[in-house]
């Protein structure tokens, strides 16, 4: 059955530092997702994306958060400079359109020291 | 505002006892609701759903009947087993956008 792959499984970086979180969405899939959950708490909507640009965003996603779909394989987010509560659990989707289900890869651990 | 709760874990059962997670939820219209289930180490994978009032979602022995009097999709299962132990999202999709409860861990114990 076809997988989103998401990479790495669990990041550890330092406040301030820039992080790029990498999804492969399955390859006929045109809508991709992110969505964070943090420890203990539900999981949330941070961004979707279609046709090469953002379609919705959520107040989560402000201006140290942009994504990018850099070739015809990968879908990325990049945090510019990470906070302490960035640390979460991210997970990236993607979908054949908007009103069929997701497919969820299965997470980027993000910690923040 | 757009919410979703659902009961607070973690839940501890014995091998064939039956199960109920509730899962209530606040929305406009009528949305699409969904029970993701997340196994250790894996992603979310849709466990099931149902797109209408009054629809009874199933699968791998789970059900969930869509309740739109009671804004309500409880997951049941009637003889949990050790390989069910998980983590259960209920969820609803409005719009391109879902909303997740908090999860609800459940261990199932030979």
């Known amino acids: 059955e076809p997988e989103v792959t998401q990479t790495p499984s669990h990041q550890v970086t330092q406040m301030g530092q820039e992080v790029i979180l990498r999804c492969v969405p399955i390859?006929?899939?045109?809508?991709f997702y992110w969505y964070r959950q943090i420890l203990g708490q539900k999981v949330e909507f941070l961004v979707s994306?279609?046709?090469?640009?953002?379609?919705?965003k959520s107040e989560i996603f402000d201006d140290q958060f942009s994504v990018e779909r850099p070739d015809g394989s990968n879908f990325t987010l990049k945090i510019r400079s990470t906070k302490l509560e960035d640390s979460a659990m991210y997970f990236c989707a993607s979908s054949v359109d908007s009103n069929y289900g997701y497919t969820f890869g299965s997470g980027t651990r993000l910690t923040v020291v | 505002g757009n919410s979703v709760t659902q009961m607070e874990g973690p839940v501890t059962l014995s091998e064939e006892a039956f199960l109920t997670i509730n899962c209530t939820y606040t929305a406009t219209g009528y949305p699409s609701l969904f029970w993701y289930v997340q196994y250790p180490g894996e992603g979310l994978q849709l466990l099931l759903k149902?797109?209408?009032?009054?629809d009874k979602g199933s699968n791998k022995g789970f059900e969930a009947t869509y309740r739109k009097e009671t804004t309500s999709f409880h997951l049941e299962k009637g003889s949990v087993q050790v390989s069910d132990s998980a983590v259960y999202f209920c969820a609803f999709k409005t719009g391109n956008q879902f909303y997740f409860g908090t999860g609800t861990s459940l261990t199932v114990i030979p």
């Open positions: 149902a797109t209408k009032a009054d």
């Open positions: 994306f279609y046709n090469n640009e953002i379609s919705e």
């Open positions: 390859s006929n899939h045109l809508y």
